[in-house]
C-alpha cells in the first residue's frame, strides 16, 4: 500500500523508524516548540506524531503477519526448477483477499480515527462506537475471514500499549464487538485477547468500588495519560495508590495508561525519596484522623442538643449496637419507570413490511459512569425485531445522566408491539431489575 510519509518528514524521520524512534523524534521536536505561541504548530507535531504511531504499528503488524522464509541462492548449475519453486512461495506471500478487505476497512478507520484528532473526540466513547459500528457495516466484512482480520486489529492496538484516545476506545470496542457477553470471543485471539478479557473484568472491579476510591483512581489515570509529565508532588502523593492499582488493575491499566509515564514515575522515586513519600502519607493520615475526630465530634455534640434521648440514642451515644456501613453495591437503586422515561428520548423505529404483528422484548445490561452516563451496553436478549433492538439501545445510549444515586449496573427490559392492523410501534415500556 502506498504510504504518505510527509508524517515521518515532519519528525525528521524515515520509513525505517520504528515507534521508539517515533517517540525519541516527538520529544527532541516538542522542545523546540512553544506551545502557547504557536499552537498551531503545535497541533500539526501532535497529528504527525499520531499518524506516525499508527502507522509504525500497523507497518510492525504487517511485517509479523507476512513473516516469510526466503530460500537460499540456488547453487550454480541447479536446475531450473528451484526458481519456478521461489516465484510460487513469492506468489503465496501475496495478501488473501481476506487481508485486503480488511485493508480497505482499516483504513477507513484509520481515517475516522484521525478526523476524532481533528474535533477533539479521541475521549468521547460515543464517538469511537460510531465510528466502530461504521465500520462493521462495511459490505468488505460481509466476508467473515475480513471481519476476523478487522476485529484482530482492533484487538491487537488495545492490548499492544495505550495511545491517546484507547481509554475510550476500549469501552466503545468491549460494546460493539459485544466481548463482555461472549469472553471466547477473545479467548480466539490468544495473548491480546487474553489481556483484553481480563482488562474487562478489572474494569468491572473497579466499578464496583466506593465513589471517592474510584474518583482518587480515576485522576491518577488522567495523569498517567497526559502529554506533559506530572510534578514530583503529586507523583509522591499518588504513589501509594498507583501502586494498588498495579496489583488489583494491570491489564486494565496497560490499556487505559501509558506504560512510560508508569515507568517515570518509578524513575521519580527513587530510594533517597522514599522516607520523604512515608514522610507524606502519615502526615496526611494525622490530618484525616484529626478531621474525623472533629466531625465525630460535632456530630455528636449536634445529635445530643437537638434529639430527644431515648433508649436507642442512648446505646449509640454509648457505643454500643452501632450498625457498620454498609459495602457499596453497583447494583442497587435501578432507575424507575419515571425516571428512564425522562431520560431516554423516544426510540426512532419504524417497522417495514415485513414485520410480523406481536409483541417484542428486548433486554439490556446498562452500565453508568460516576457521572450518570451510559458507558457501556450488553444485549441479554433479542427481541427477533433486528431495527427495534438498534433502536432501543440507541435510545440507551444517547439517554441524558441518569441521577448519582441510579444504580452503576442495572438491566432493563423495554417492550414494543405490531398490532395487526398498522405497522407502527407503540412507546416501549421499560420494566428494570437488579
Given at each position: ?98 487481508e485486503q478487505l480488511a485493508n480497505l476497512v482499516w483504513e477507513r478507520f484509520a481515517d475516522g480515527r484521525q478526523e476524532l484528532l481533528q474535533t477533539h473526540r479521541l475521549g ?311
Amino acid at each position: 500500500m502506498q504510504q504518505n510519509c510527509s508524517f515521518l518528514a515532519a519528525l525528521d524521520l524515515d520509513e525505517t523508524a520504528d515507534a521508539r524512534a517515533i517517540r525519541r523524534a516527538y520529544a527532541r521536536k516538542l522542545k523546540t516548540i512553544d506551545q502557547q505561541a504557536d499552537a498551531a504548530g503545535f497541533q500539526a507535531l501532535r497529528e504527525a506524531y499520531e499518524t506516525a504511531l499508527d502507522w509504525a504499528a500497523y507497518e510492525a503488524q504487517e511485517a509479523q503477519e507476512s513473516e516469510t522464509v526466503v530460500a537460499p541462492p540456488a547453487a550454480e548449475g541447479a536446475p531450473a526448477a528451484a526458481a519456478v519453486s521461489i516465484d510460487e512461495d513469492e506468489q503465496h506471500a501475496a495478501p488473501s483477499e481476506e487481508e485486503q478487505l480488511a485493508n480497505l476497512v482499516w483504513e477507513r478507520f484509520a481515517d475516522g480515527r484521525q478526523e476524532l484528532l481533528q474535533t477533539h473526540r479521541l475521549g468521547d466513547p460515543d464517538a469511537w462506537h460510531d465510528l466502530l459500528r461504521a465500520r462493521l457495516q462495511d459490505e468488505e466484512l460481509i466476508h467473515i475471514g475480513a471481519r476476523m482480520q478487522f476485529e484482530w486489529r482492533i484487538v491487537h492496538i488495545l492490548a499492544s500499549g495505550w495511545q491517546a484516545g484507547h481509554e475510550a476506545l476500549f469501552p466503545a470496542a468491549v460494546a460493539a464487538f459485544d466481548w463482555a457477553r461472549d469472553r471466547r470471543q477473545l479467548g480466539q485471539f490468544g495473548y491480546f485477547g487474553d489481556v483484553l478479557n481480563t482488562a474487562i473484568d478489572e474494569r468491572a472491579l473497579f466499578d464496583s468500588q466506593a465513589i471517592a476510591v474510584r474518583s482518587v483512581q480515576e485522576r491518577i489515570a488522567m495523569l498517567l495519560r497526559r502529554e506533559q509529565p506530572a510534578d514530583a508532588r503529586d507523583i509522591v502523593q499518588s504513589m501509594a495508590e498507583l501502586r494498588k492499582m498495579l496489583e488489583r488493575f494491570p491489564a486494565l491499566l496497560q490499556v487505559v495508561t501509558n506504560a512510560e509515564s508508569i515507568e517515570y514515575w518509578h524513575t521519580q522515586l527513587p530510594a533517597s525519596e522514599s522516607d520523604e513519600e512515608q514522610r507524606i502519607v502519615k502526615r496526611n493520615r494525622r490530618w484525616d484522623g484529626l478531621f474525623m475526630f472533629v466531625v465525630i465530634g460535632l456530630f455528636s455534640f449536634l445529635a445530643y442538643k437537638g434529639a430527644t434521648p431515648t433508649p436507642e440514642s442512648q446505646r449509640l451515644r454509648a457505643g454500643t449496637d452501632v450498625a457498620a456501613p454498609a459495602a457499596f453495591d453497583p447494583r442497587a437503586n435501578p432507575p424507575t419507570q419515571a425516571q428512564l422515561e425522562e431520560h431516554m428520548a423516544p426510540p426512532r423505529f419504524q417497522p417495514g413490511p415485513d414485520a410480523l404483528p406481536g409483541n417484542y422484548t428486548v433486554e439490556f445490561e446498562v452500565s453508568l459512569d460516576a457521572a450518570g452516563k451510559v458507558i457501556g451496553m450488553n444485549k441479554l436478549q433479542e427481541s427477533g425485531l433486528p431495527g427495534f433492538d438498534e433502536a432501543i439501545e440507541a435510545a440507551l445510549r444517547a439517554a441524558t445522566p441518569f441521577p448519582p444515586q441510579t444504580a452503576r449496573i442495572f438491566r432493563v427490559a423495554l417492550k414494543g408491539s405490531i398490532a395487526p392492523t398498522t405497522p407502527t410501534v407503540r412507546r416501549p415500556r421499560a420494566t428494570t431489575q437488579i
